[in-house]
Nanobody
Framework: VQFVESGGGLVQPGGSLRLSCAAS????????MYWYRQGSGKERELVAV????????NYTDSVKDRFTISRDNARNTVYLQMNSLKPEDTAVYYC?????????????WGQGTQVTVSS
């Protein structure tokens, strides 16, 4: 299982970024996908989740109406569109797959991509 995350960077408050997480090594369309983030000195927190077919999504309260999670199962990729970014959104963002992978029930994490919101 591998993930390649991209799209992070430095953006001014109020700006937008789109994160991508390209997956390989498992049947992507069988798994819900998650975005987490971890700010400096903070615990990792769940940001958003999308069901395997993409029909259901959920967000932590602090990003509702600003972030949108989506997926393209033909491209084995999950996205996080982030709008109206705030300094408190600064963190390393990770994608995650959870569930059964063959005979293992486990989590697989991406390597993380840094998002910095600053003027």
């Amino acid at each position: 299982v591998q993930f390649v995350e991209s799209g992070g960077g430095l953006v001014q408050p109020g700006g937008s970024l789109r994160l991508s997480c390209a997956a390989s090594g498992f049947t992507f369309s069988n798994h819900a996908m998650y975005w987490y983030r971890q700010g400096s000195g903070k615990e990792r927190e769940l940001v958003a989740v999308i069901s395997s077919a993409g029909g259901n999504t959920n967000y932590t309260d602090s990003v509702k109406d600003r972030f949108t999670i989506s997926r393209d199962n033909a491209r084995n990729t999950v996205y996080l569109q982030m709008n109206s970014l705030k300094p408190e959104d600064t963190a390393v963002y990770y994608c995650k797959a959870h569930g059964w992978f063959g005979s293992y029930y486990t989590d697989y994490w991406g390597q993380g991509t840094q998002v910095t919101v600053s003027s």
